[in-house]
């Protein structure tokens, strides 16, 4: 019974072990994961620099297997080239063996304390970033607490005759015991925590050294699974295959040679756990050494083992929605934004194209338009579905997080909207009045591609203010409403003088040249008024923004709201979503440990 029991308390060590670690990982993406995210997109240019940068920020994440995310989502939208991402994942494996020193050091004292800290500051932080550094500190102390229960609860369990034969029996196959310690990392999802486990095993004289070892190179191996199988595209394979395939060379060639390493480890530190954690280290920085300088060859390999597909025959397929990575909020975010300007290309075509069926009845250009539009429609569900995966995933920062994600909905909401109006009403109405022999005069031609230029100008200035969220180019995009007012008072005045020489001319020849010119005038304000209301939907990219205070370390800037309140637009429509970053469910989201 007791044996019973003090399985049932080790499973409880490994459980707590795992969560901590879990809980690191979790603060440090929610508090700086943007931080993070820009550093490692900045230092990414040359090998050894990836390579130092990989090092670090899985330092601070706790995990190889995120570090791993955000460089893959850079590969595979093509930001950053294979070669220094796979430096990157090096110095991540390096980053993790260095993690497992420090934390096997006896610091089972710190734990308690790091624990009451981290829930007080959890408590009364009064900010996202400082409740997630008590998250961080909860998390570090939950993993040293675990670790000294695991070291007293396996001094009993030495002698227990179960343990001693499924020990013995993967001392006696070493590569059972890799593939063992494999599978157990690929489903725990952390080589930090096996690693720590299997050296506290060896720490207690559970598993023999040489056993240890080999259960240190299946955890290494394991390592590398989790990404290779969540990513969804070629492109997003690529970097977890490579770095399989350095951690699968680097265990088939030490396999052989274990009790050799073993006996020559052991006269630097012969104490078992110790020496375990040494193993880990050295392992990393042997296949840093050998593979660092030949990054570029295994790119190549790998793009011609895995080659960019062809491009989808259906436009409205998304390109950039990676499904692996929904675990990184701040990655799969970068991903909706790259489909929404995706999306909104389709609405610059569509535009340029009903000005074509405007001047010269192209019909094929009007079918064109009615096609992009399902395509576009496409997208938008696409993306609206990502962004709900994302917050069910990932829970999003109120302060960053969550304010783009609710921006990425409110333009893909208004650009369907634009997309709508240009294929239903302004070119479905253009080919009706055509095929009834009514078209536009010259100077109408003239008005509606002036206001056309001006809209594409605003598309583009829109655009920016969607990637950058500049209130000075937001305020630009508001005030240019007042442009397009004066268009449609200069199309309306045109419209009257050309109806009033209609109908003189028809009193002077005595025919009806009014009738005529009604329908095309109806044609001639139509156009400029739906050409209107498309600049509304790419003026409401300003909204957001404006009524944001522009946020500078702690302080508002006052600049930035009274810029916010120079302009006094209708509210914008709250786009639907789980995103939605309210006082209530920001507040929901940062009292959440998980």
Known sequence: MNGTLSLIELAGHVGLLLWGTHMVGTGVQRGFGTVLRRW??????????????????????????????????????????????????????????????????????????????????????????????????????????????LVRTLGPLEGIPLLRSVMGALAGDPILGALVAAALTWACHSSIAIVL??????????????????????????????????????????????NLLVRTVGVVLALPFLPAITRALELAAPAPGRLVVNFHLAFNLALAAVFLGSVRGLAALLTRWLPDPPAPADPGRPVYLDVAALDSATV???????????????VETMLRDALEV?????????EAVAAQNRCVDQLGSAIRRYLADVGGEQTLDHQREGARGQDILSAVINLEHVADIVANSLVEFAVRSVKRGRALTVEEIE???????????????????????????????????????????TATALSVRLLRNAAAASRDTDTDAVEPMVEESGLFLRTVRDLRRIHSHLASFAYPILHRPRIRGRRATARGVAEAGAVNPPAAPQPIGPPKSTSRTASLEEDDLG
């Not at 799969?332 to 389709?346: F, G, H, I, P, S």
């Not at 405007?358 to 009007?366: F, G, I, K, M, P």
């Open 332 to 346: 799969a975010l970068a991903n909706a934004a790259r489909e929404t300007l995706r999306m909104a290309d389709m």
């Open 358 to 366: 405007l001047q010269h009845n192209d019909r094929t250009r009007a």
């Open 197 to 242: 486990l299997v050296a506290t095993f060896a720490a207690t004289h559970v598993v023999d050294p040489t056993a240890a070892l080999a259960l240190v190179l299946g955890a290494n191996l394991g390592g590398a699974l989790p990404a290779l199988v969540d990513a969804s595209t070629p492109a997003a394979r690529r970097l977890p295959l490579g």
């Open 447 to 489: 008005t509606v591609a002036a206001m056309h230029a001006e809209l594409l100008e605003s598309l583009r200035l829109a655009l920016a203010v969607f990637l950058q969220a500049e209130p000075r180019d937001a305020k630009r995009l508001a005030a240019r409403k007042g442009q397009f007012r004066e268009f449609e008072a």
């Open 40 to 149: 490692l997109g900045r230092n990414l240019g040359r090998r050894f620099r990836a390579f130092l940068t990989g090092l670090a920020v899985t330092a601070l994440l706790q995990s190889s297997t995120a570090t791993g995310l955000l460089a893959t989502s850079f590969t595979a939208t093509g930001v950053i080239a294979l070669a220094p991402a796979l430096a990157v994942m090096l110095g991540a494996n390096v980053g993790t063996a260095l993690l497992t020193q420090v934390l096997f050091f006896n610091l089972a004292l710190v734990g308690p304390p790091l624990v009451l800290v981290g829930v007080l500051v959890f408590r009364w932080a009064g900010g996202g970033r400082a409740k997630n550094i008590g998250r961080i500190g909860i998390g570090l102390g939950l993993m040293l607490m675990a670790l000294a229960g």
